[in-house]
């Protein structure tokens, strides 16, 4: 089995109170077992003033993870905070590997990560948890696809790497106490596991019910759907232009995307419309595709998030939940950014399952083909992504 325990703090500069609270709260560590992971996830300033070096150094495992713009854990939720999930079991094995430094979409510097971590296990693994950067020459479609190739279609369940700034330019992996914005990170896990996967982005109702088929584009450049433009395309929806020619709030807009391979299909945000009338997505959309348009606003975050935990958690209870929620979501909850996240622990505390939440710039979670018999990896965007951790006695 895995036994599972959080601990948070909310002190930057304070580095000494912060390794002695997250100490604490732990309650030391003669309760943990034969291998033993910690998953870390902070605001970046914690980086700044070396209260993350300072933490991983004080702990007697591996720990990995990432900054985010907002993060929670049982009894504490919030922008400036750093919370910390421990893993440890005797009969799961957990392994941690880092790539080289990245700059392009290129598969090699991955390959030292997984070498690094699935060269100490005993067995094959049954997932992987990632922490990968936010580059702009690599899409999260990269990480999915690439890491599925070099693993042999391993189940992938991660984050693209956020901060609190409006450029990310601060947003950097965690391993081992240092810090990285161009690497990517990974957690293996091995033995007697079987994880499952559950997913929430747009409810059907929220979806127009006119569909298009992608006939132009360039990874993830839609350029043409049905032969027209795709501001042409939205506009046929009632989406109106503004005075700059753009679609006005095409963020709240995604697309829903059906790759007609029998998965199930995907949301691609919409961050831009080109002045040719492309739609620059958040994701790699393929020709062929069929497309569906979308609308998220608040209620819809919180209305999807609340169906899912509660369809997603029922007995057997899993020993840890992993979750991811887009900054897309974060953002699209207006004056109430925290309400997803206030949402999650209300639902959470009911059941007492150890678990952590954290935002994300993009999320990799398998999905399952229409048959179910079969699971591909997937980049996601303005998506909710869970991971629940089940185990044997």
Known sequence: MIRAKSAFTSEIDDVVSAVAGIKEQLGGFDWLLENTVGMLTCYSEFVDSDAVKELCRAMPF??????TICNAVRDSSGNMLLTLLVLTSDDVEFSVGLSEPMSRADEAPLRKAW??????????PAMMVTFAPL????????????LSNISGG??????LTVDNNSDYRDAQIIR???SYRDRLALVLMAGNLSPRFAMASISPEKIFMEKGVVTSSRGNQVRTVNERPVAEYLESLG?????????TGVNAFPFVVDYNDGTMPVVRVVFAITEEGYAVCG?????????SVGHIDSDEVLSTTTDLITDAIMPPEPDCVLMFSCVGRYFALGYSPMSELERVQKLMEENGIPYQLTYSG?????????SGTRMKNRNHNDTFIMCLLYSGE
């Open 62 to 67: 591996d720990v990995v993870g990432t900054t």
């Open 115 to 124: 070498d690094e971590a699935s060269s100490k296990l005993r067995e094959r």
């Open 135 to 146: 580059l702009i020459p690599v899409s999260g479609d990269f990480y999915a696809d690439s």
């Open 154 to 159: 391993l189940p992938n369940f991660g984050m």
């Open 176 to 178: 081992g106490g240092e």
């Open 239 to 247: 989406l109106k232009r503004n005075e700059e020619g753009s679609i």
């Open 283 to 291: 994701g790699d959309i393929p020709n062929g595709a069929t497309l």
């Open 362 to 370: 993009g999320e990799l979670c398998p999905v399952a083909s229409d």
